[in-house]
C-alpha cells in the first residue's frame, strides 16, 4: 500500500502552497502531516486530517476528501521550507505504517 | 516539556548487535504508545517498530522483524530497540517517538519526536 506524494512544490513569499498525498484507504483512514526541516526531526504540524496540534501556526490547515488529502499553507513564509510527509494507516492490519515519500516545499 | 533522548547510536560490522535507548521526560512515560522511526541517509521515513503502554502489544515494520527487539521499562521511563543481525541497508538515523494513544497501531499518531541517533553499519 503506498501513499503518493508530489516530490516538490515550489511558492513564492506569501503564496499559498498546497501539497496533496493520496492513497486507496484515505476515504478510511485518517492522515497526518509532518515537517522536516533540513539537520531536524520531524515535526507533527496536522493530524487527524484537520486537527492542527498545539504550537503550530494557523497557516497550516488539512483537508481530505475521497482518496485525496491535502495541506495547505497560507501565507508561505522561508521558515516553511521542509519536507512534508504524509502518514495513514493500512486497512489490511494493524502494522505496517505507511509514510508517503515526502514533497520538498521550496520557498522562492 | 516533552524530551526524547536517544543514545546507544555508532558504527557497527554487519552481523554484530546493537542497543539503542530513549530517556524520555516531560509526560506520563507509562500513559502512551512509543515508536521508533528510522531515515535512512537522503531518504523518507520508514516505521520500524511500536510498544503499547503496558507492553501488551508491540508490532515491527517487516524489514526488521525477528531482528529487532522493541522494548520498555515504565519505573525508568526508558525505551529501547535491540538490534541484532545487522545488515548495511539498516544504516539510518533512528528516531525515538511519542504516540498520541495508548497503542501501536498505524492509527496511532506520532506526536513528539526526539532528535536521533545514528547508525552505521558497515564493515
Known amino acids: 500500500y503506498d501513499l503518493t506524494q508530489p516530490p516538490s512544490v515550489s511558492v513564492s513569499p506569501g503564496q499559498t502552497a498546497r501539497i496533496t498525498c493520496s492513497g486507496d484507504?484515505?476515504?478510511?483512514?485518517?492522515v497526518h502531516w509532518y515537517q522536516q526541516k533540513a539537520g531536524q526531526a520531524p515535526v507533527l504540524v496536522m493530524k487527524?486530517?484537520?486537527e492542527r496540534p498545539s504550537g503550530i501556526s494557523e497557516r497550516f490547515s488539512g483537508s481530505s476528501s475521497g482518496t485525496t488529502a491535502t495541506l495547505d499553507i497560507s501565507g508561505v513564509q522561508a521558515e516553511d521550507e521542509a519536507d512534508y510527509y504524509c502518514?495513514?494507516?493500512?486497512?489490511?492490519?494493524?502494522?505496517?505504517?505507511?509514510f508517503g515519500g515526502g514533497t520538498k516545499l521550496t520557498v522562492l | 516539556e516533552v524530551q526524547l533522548v536517544e543514545s546507544g547510536g555508532g558504527l557497527v560490522q554487519p552481523g554484530r548487535s546493537l542497543r539503542l535507548s530513549c530517556a524520555a521526560s516531560?509526560?506520563?512515560?507509562?500513559?502512551?504508545?512509543m515508536h521508533w522511526v528510522r531515515q535512512a541517509p537522503g531518504k523518507g521515513l520508514e516505521w520500524v517498530s511500536g510498544?503499547?503502554?503496558?507492553?501488551?502489544?508491540?508490532g515491527y515494520a517487516d524489514s526488521v522483524k525477528g531482528r529487532f527487539t522493541i522494548s520498555r521499562d515504565n519505573a525508568k521511563n526508558s525505551l529501547y530497540l535491540h538490534m541484532n543481525s545487522l545488515r548495511p541497508e539498516d544504516t539510518a538515523f533512528y528516531y525515538c517517538?511519542?504516540?498520541?494513544?495508548?497503542?501501536?497501531?498505524?492509527?496511532?499518531?506520532?506526536?513528539?519526536w526526539g532528535q536521533g541517533t545514528t547508525v552505521t553499519v558497515s564493515s
Open positions: 517517538v511519542k504516540g498520541l494513544t495508548s497503542s501501536p497501531y498505524n492509527t496511532d499518531v506520532l506526536d513528539v
Open positions: 516531560g509526560f506520563a512515560f507509562d500513559d502512551y504508545a
Open positions: 510498544i503499547s503502554l503496558n507492553s501488551g502489544s508491540i
Open positions: 484507504a484515505l476515504p478510511k483512514h485518517y
Open positions: 487527524k486530517d484537520t
Open positions: 502518514q495513514s494507516a493500512d486497512s489490511r492490519s494493524t502494522y505496517p505504517w505507511v
